[in-house]
């Protein structure tokens, strides 16, 4: 039998120190690091993620093994971002409709349970920016950020919550702020104000889930290079200049918090905010 000598430096050192490895446990055991997944057997719903930090999020989720249903109001994107995680090895399901509407949330949470058996992630990524001046904002764009921002965040929450209770499985729920919450921006008087809400309900819900082993979070991007914001010619020189990294984020870099705050490393962080935004909450220089 062909023995391997164990060295501190050799990274299976802790299962192995004192003892040999034989090639055959070496590569079951190289195999199986490889193959573990962070992800495995978990199931998410993530809303707003036919493009953009939604995909992203999305993406890497399935890469790590979890099972995914996709939500946008634009159907034909939704499918095409499902098709493509599918293309790329994961388990994924498209669900279009509206958000904020409260009998679409629980259609998506029983169309999750249903296709995979379980629930255990919910990721309230949907969310609507309508720019404007507060004098004269009007209520229509005000009810459209509420509903959107507010109501369908809350609401998601509170049916993946009573799922994931019923499962007794324990889960994670995850926000989506904005810098905007923390610092103030020209005419996102109304945005700001939702976003910052989120973070206070984040914090609310440890009391109320906790009990149940869910934490509860949220992810404030600042800045960052998607679809929509290239669509602004000026966006990523102007970030560029004002943020202390150099560079506004990308959505992996969204991404991968919001990964990490659902994931079982995070399990004992709840009701806290994580802000990616390469340093710009801390100087705050206007981009006007």
């Not at 995680?85 to 029983?110: H, K, P, T, W, Y």
């Not at 209520?139 to 809350?154: D, K, P, R, T």
């Not at 949220?218 to 102007?238: C, F, I, M, Q, S």
Request: proline share 3%.
């Amino acid at each position: 039998m062909v023995r391997v000598p164990h060295h501190d430096s050799f990274f299976l050192g802790g299962l192995t120190k004192g003892r040999f490895l034989t090639i055959e446990m070496t590569f079951i055991l190289l195999g199986l690091l490889m193959t573990d997944k962070k992800f495995s057997n978990q199931t998410a719903v993530i809303t707003g993620a036919g493009q953009g930090i939604g995909f992203e999020i999305a993406r890497q989720m399935a890469f790590n093994g979890a099972s995914i249903l996709i939500n946008d109001i634009n159907e034909e994107l939704v499918k095409k971002a499902a098709e493509r995680i599918n293309s790329e090895g994961g388990n994924c399901i498209a669900l279009a409709g509206d958000a904020a509407d409260i009998n679409f949330i629980q259609q998506m949470v029983d169309a999750a349970v249903q296709h995979f058996g379980k629930l255990t992630i919910a990721i309230a990524n949907a969310g609507i920016t309508l720019f404007g001046d507060f004098l004269t904002y009007p209520s229509e764009s005000l009810q459209s950020v509420m509903n959107l921002n507010l109501q369908g965040s809350f609401f998601l929450a509170q049916k993946a919550a009573r799922q994931i209770i019923k499962q007794q499985s324990g889960g994670s729920i995850l926000f989506m702020s904005s810098v905007t919450g923390h610092q103030a921006h020209k005419n996102l008087a109304a945005y700001g104000m939702t976003k910052a809400a989120l973070e206070m309900l984040a914090k609310s819900l440890v009391v109320e889930l906790s009990p149940y082993h869910i934490t509860v979070n949220t992810v404030a991007p600042g800045a960052t290079l998607t679809e929509r914001t290239l669509e602004d010619a000026d966006y990523k020189n102007t970030w560029s200049r004002i943020t202390p990294m150099g560079r506004p984020a990308t959505v992996e870099d969204v991404a991968s918090a919001a990964l990490f705050l659902v994931s079982p490393d995070a399990g004992h962080i709840t009701g806290q905010n994580l802000i990616v935004d390469g340093g710009w909450t801390a100087v705050s220089t206007s981009p006007y």
